[in-house]
């Protein structure tokens, strides 16, 4: 029994589903997507372009059920078609020629606006970790405490409640992979379940405020509390930064080099791309995730040989400096694409360094000591 949704403005529903900002849809062949959305189980399909019908089918704890206009309100209001949307992307173009190029060529994506509280969760589980991994902790949580829905012989389950996801123990995360951010998802459980704060509240904050609030909860940073303040509490011009943004934004806006701090690059990102700020970094993310970072590596890459090649004095002592182009300190990772290990004497992938722009290995203590014994020895 499947419904057309109405949707009036550019929108690419494969690309908006899969490109990493939510974590319970899965393709099923010909189009079609399943997914919850509350109390939900949608299966969705858009027919071929982005100006194409959409078409959705609805069930629940009994299975199948007719869809009605309720479900057609509930649709748009997650694809957020009550935005604005060509007037966004105009606004957005028309500040810069890279963001232009992505609008025209990902047409149709959209920010989505989810449920906060498993917004929330989700996003806690994002910390270092990749989105299939996600989605297998958001997939893990629903399946142990939510409630099935069904269709076509397919189950998937509602999101836990904060007061059932808190009667989890720390252990029973552990068992389901949860790694180290197994206690921060038991701890923000009960905290919201405690204090009985309902989530939705946050959006008459301002973005500010509602950003100071989130950050109060274990395990949510800058960064995750953008995340679900763009995704669920319409602050659109909320930015979030990871390691691919900031390098992308490096690249393109601050000239290569050592890349700005995060909250710079916020604060950059507000004043240059206005109040929709978070629709453009959701197009830069798509198109990082579209290409696979090989453009950002490329370019970063690029940018450290020829430094490397033209400055090779500069990297005499590279095993006591701070690395100039992402800022780590001695001893640590260099966050750069095709960078790692050039500076700060990196070792991980010295064998994808050129060897002649390769620092010089150092002898291990053991065979310096040998070396100098054997000096003195001579002399």
Known sequence: MTRQLKIQQPFNLALTLTMGQAFRWRPLGDGWFSGVIGENLIHIRQTDGVDDPVTYRIGGPEGERPANGKDDQMLMRYFREDDDVVGIYGNISSRDEHIARLVKQYRGMRVLRQEPWECLVSYICSATNSIERISECVAALSTELGEPLTMDDKTLFTFPTPERLADLTEERLWELKFGFR?????????????????????????????????????????????????????????????????????????????????????????????????????????????????????????????????ESRKFEDHRARECPFCGAPPGRHCKTPGGHYLLQGHKDRR?????????????????????????????
């Not at 791309?273 to 970063?300: M, V, W």
């Not at 620092?359 to 001579?378: E, K, Q, V, W």
Request: hydrophobic content about 35%; some cysteine; overall charge positive.
């Open 182 to 310: 197994a206690p921060r998802v038991i701890a923000v459980a009960n905290r919201v379940a405690d204090t009985g704060i309902n989530l939705t509240n946050f959006k008459r904050m301002s973005y500010q405020n509602a950003k100071a609030r989130l950050m109060q909860y274990d395990g949510i940073g800058p960064k995750i509390a953008d995340c679900i303040a763009l995704m669920s509490l319409d602050k659109l011009q909320a930015f979030p930064v990871d390691t691919h943004i900031r390098r992308l934004v490096n690249d393109w806006w601050f000239g290569g080099g050592k890349p700005p701090s995060n909250e710079r690059i916020v604060r950059w990102a507000q004043n240059y791309f206005g109040p929709y700020a978070g629709y453009a970094g959701q197009f830069i993310f798509c198109d990082r995730a579209q290409s696979g970072n090989r453009t950002e590596s490329n370019i970063s890459w690029r940018n450290i040989r020829n430094a490397a090649k033209g």
């Open 351 to 379: 064998s994808q360094i050129p060897r002649a722009i390769r620092p010089a290995r150092r002898r291990s203590r053991a065979r310096r000591t040998i070396s100098t014994a054997r000096r003195r020895r001579s002399s």
